[in-house]
């Protein structure tokens, strides 16, 4: 089975800043990492698919990056809609969600 | 519109069954796989298992496959998540979600496992 480990596991950070989280993989996923948005008490919402791959109506801000077994999402300046815990999910083999990033306001 | 709406949820005791439903709307659901994925509380997502378009491929994450059956029926446009032996490591907020673009999610469903 693949293992997702994700960092770090809470970050506090203010408004504008530049915001990075990672997910790292026990092995080769090539290109195929997912990052999702949760807000308390919602479902998931898909942020970047297949690594850098921007879904329909996510604001610009958000970006990913990677290969193989490392990989980040960038929030490249934050805003306070932004608060939330975000997942990364692996689908090269199976599926596995990383643990979770949660992203508070400084 | 696209809507997920699950139902079936509740408080179950340890050892007992519970089938859970996902009733789709404003989409081919017959032409999409579907998946099931939980939350326990305060936790991380643990995906469950995938279905496809005419239940002939159907996998499980490997701890749950003895306990969970998924099945659609395409016709009522509704997914299925059958769950047995129950146990507190079972209460979670358990979603399905339309599993090829990873798109659609429902809002979730509560389960509790407890005497």
């Known amino acids: 089975d693949i293992q997702m480990t994700q960092s770090p596991s809470f970050l506090s950070a203010s408004v504008g800043d530049r915001v990075t989280i990672n997910c790292k993989a026990s092995q080769n996923i090539n290109k195929y990492l997912d990052w999702y948005q949760q807000k308390l008490g919602e479902a998931p919402k898909l942020l970047i698919y297949?690594?850098?791959s921007l879904h329909t109506g996510i604001p610009s801000r958000f970006s990913g990056s990677g290969s193989g077994t490392d990989f980040t999402l960038t929030i490249s300046s934050l805003q306070p809609e932004d608060v939330a815990t975000y997942f990364c999910?692996?689908?090269?083999?199976?599926?596995?969600f990383g643990a979770g990033t949660k992203l508070e306001l400084k | 519109e696209v809507k997920l709406v699950e139902s079936g949820g509740g408080l179950v005791q340890p050892g007992r069954s519970l089938k859970l439903s996902c009733a789709a709307s404003?989409?081919?659901?017959?032409?999409?796989?579907m998946g099931w994925v939980r939350q326990a509380p305060g936790k991380g997502l643990e995906w469950i298992g995938e279905?496809?378009?005419?239940?002939?491929?159907?996998n499980y994450t490997p701890s749950l496959k003895d306990k969970f059956t998924i099945s659609r029926d395409n016709a009522q446009n509704t997914l299925y998540l059958q769950m047995s032996k129950l146990g507190s490591e079972d209460t979670a907020i358990y979603y399905c979600a339309e599993w090829e673009t990873l798109d659609y999610w429902g809002q979730g469903v509560m389960v509790t496992v407890s005497s």
């Open positions: 999910l692996q689908h090269n083999s199976g599926y596995t």
């Open positions: 279905i496809n378009q005419d239940s002939s491929t159907i």
């Open positions: 404003g989409f081919s659901f017959n032409d999409y796989w």
């Open positions: 297949n690594t850098n």
